[in-house]
């Protein structure tokens, strides 16, 4: 449906323009130039006007037609998906031809009106033929489909539709068939001869040579076979003709249409087999082919495989009918409107139906430790309703927003008749595992090791540091005395060296406790005018535990009251054997004052670090510790991480114990931004959701969700633990503590106010000791118990003994948090009376043996239901019923069993006492002889003390 130009309206009916238009006026449609465009309808009207001059003798000559050019063909086209429907097949159209045709005579034109008659009979006829065999057709294909799904059903159950497809068969195949313009008495659908100035008929070869030229328009014109086989037949048209020649026109109509009926009626009762579905399979025979014209392709879902055509939904057009119907194909029915095709809906039906389940569903489900009514109804795709009736059923009345445990809900699910298992819960280590990669193929490099410089208070770290340095940090310090860890890279003539200057501060004891090496090296500084001193021996314990090698520096080798060989003879004493003494540990003499021997000791780390042969990959997600960690006001949470392997930059996301977050600024020990630090580099990190813990392991993880879920899971593990801690290592549960065959310990951590008191209690305490329990000292110093003290027992598991001294708030608080049981005293027997009660406790009771009576036989005689009764006399304590005993014979065990029977003359009796006579039946025994002694005892449980 589309406006043409005038020009190109004559150029199409080969017409000149001026007549064109003027043929145009006449019919009242205004045109002021060959440009002008006219519509469809306009055309219509043309035609008609064409159609009443012809009728009236009113027809315009036209001056240039000639032989050729004596025909003029309009031609209306209807999508056949009109409106847009998609479901209609695209591309079908219908189209109508009208030929106007010139002629010359009255004659001509009476013959034209007769032949334009004769085809209007026709169309009609072929139309309601159509009709009745689409609805013939259609009621077989839905009959035809019934069958194909139940087959299909009947497949599927038999579980054969995968591997062997169904075949259905073909629905009938509809090639459209493409009526040629052939000459009118040949043609089905007869021209409309609009401007009869030429006859039709002859005009045979002038219509041929036009549908080679306008292939496009070529009619397609729903056509059915019986109809054809009218068409085809000329002498069965001119019969028509003649006999309506003489009729009305309405009479006549009337006559063809019912004739139309009774060929249609008589065509399908003489082949009733054409809506079979199976006939449809036959092969077509295209006589014609054009392209772009699609074949309804039927159920391509489940379209036979032995119909290649129909299978590759190839497009074919039938050029003729008469053909087709000699071989008995069935055409293509082509529908207008919105008429459903047969071939289409079906395979809606089938490709996107909803089928009822023929078997209930069992749906395989894991369930959580705790689950809510609804979401359980959700994983096994039922309602709610069903659960809580279920559940009502089993006794238990719930809510749809109520939590079930897992026990509950599997309980229910398998209720239900599905299958539900607990879900496998990944811990936070393994959701770790998870997410990191590995990187065991990349490349290691060289690191620097990291370095711990530990000694006494004033045996001077910071001083050996900030010489090394070069910088005063001791300087800026309050009261001169370290107050929180530094960590600080210094790059030396001879390589990078990481220090931790630490005060034996809580960070490194945790590290120690977590087993993580982060110190490759300690450095134990000792002043020379000092010796070893309590917190020497500490930092001693701890390099030991954390089993990383030690360099010795003796400082302060500078004064005058330096006594370097009783700093090595101290050594020796708490373990520490130096070089000098036959040992592996090296030994420097330093000054941090003068810097006298500070490149040696340089050396001496590096060689040490050197042998460890220190290693890590560098271009890979960073990981490292906590070193310690603070809130600082306006930056938030800080954390000092020292990296161990890998990069940390900006932007990362960093996991650190319960706590992560995305790396917003990183800065070196100087305060000064950096953009990445590498391994062995410690860094302060900004952007955590909280202050970790020193001692925390830090990770770089990409996967933000993951990362949120281990810190879930590590907070609700913490809370857990800290509860469970609750009963742990109390003074008065130790027994629980002992293992089966193992020694058991009991650690101390002694503190007291003078050193006189610390060797006694030590000392005294150290005597307990047994074979099955072992005293241990964790540690023993002068002074009030700070928090190095409780982080210390804590990882120890140690019990505090304080004397005479207290604990700071930060080492109570402490200790609350960790469990560490703090115990106070100030008179030392209480000391060793209240730890020896612990390890008593720690030992298993002893049963112990009772004499209770001795009784002599003076008789043997043979009782119905006992056997042998030996008739004694009570010489000692007193005999009872049901006790052990045993048989002495000459001062000699010769049995030893239980006391059956117990009678004093003829009664039964509990216990006998001293001086008197009774009958004793012993279990199990008929061996007792007069003058043998029966002793009578009994076992009791009795508490061991040390
Ligand atoms: N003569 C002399 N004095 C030193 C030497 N090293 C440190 N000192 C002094 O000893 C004092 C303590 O030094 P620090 O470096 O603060 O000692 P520290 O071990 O770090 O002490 P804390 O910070 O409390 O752990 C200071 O007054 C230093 O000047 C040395 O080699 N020779």
Redesign the pocket.
Known sequence: MSDIQVKALAAMVKAPVDVLMRQLKRAGIEVSSPEDKITDAQKLMLLERIKNEASSGRTETVDNRNAGAGKITLKRATPGGAGGNDRKPQGVEVRRKKTIGLRNSESDAQADRAAEQRAETLARQAENDRRVREAVLEKAERERRELELQRIRRQKEAKEAVAQPPQPPQPPVMPEIITPVEPVAKTPVVPEVITPVEPVMPSVAAVEPELVAEPPAVERVVTPAPIKAEATEPDTAATATKETTNVSGLEQRQLVVDAARQEASDALKRRPSRAKPKQSLAPKQVIGLEEEEPVINPLPGLVSTDDDDTKRGEKKKIKTRGRENERGNTPVIQHKGNKRKPGRAPEREVKHGFEKPTAPVIREIEIPSTIIVSDLAQKLAIRATDIIKSMMKMGMMVTINQSIDQETAILVAEELGHKATPMQVMDDEAILASVLGDNSDVALETRPPVVTIM??????????L?YIRKTRV?SG?AG???QHIGAYHVDTSRGTVTFL?T?GHAAFTKMRARGAQVTDIVVL?V?ADDGVMPQTKEAIQHAKEAKVPMVVAI?????SQADVDRVLNDLSQVGVLTEEWGGDVPVVR?????GVGIDELLETILLVAEVQELTAPVDVPAKGTVIEASIERGRGAVATVLIREGTLRKGDILLCGTQYGRVRALFDENGRSVKEAGPSIPVAVVGLSSAPEAGDEAFVVSDERKVREIAELRQEKQRDSRFAAQNTAKLDNLFSQMQTGARAQINLLVKADVQGSVEAIRSELLKLSTDEVEVRIISSGIGGMNESDIDLAAASKAIVVAFNVRADAGARRLAQDNDVEIRYYSIIYDVINDVRAAMSGMLSPETREVFLGLAEVRNVFRASGFGQVAGCLVVEGVVRRGNPIRVLRDNVVIFEGELESLRRHRDDVKEVQVGTECGIAVKDYNDVRVGDQIEVFEHVQVARSI
């Not at 000694?455 to 050996?464: A, E, N």
């Open positions: 000694g006494h208070v004033d045996h001077g770290k910071t001083s050996l900030d001791a310090e001169g005395i370290t200057d005060p500084i002043a400082n302060k080798i500078d004064k330093v000054s941090a004052k003068t």
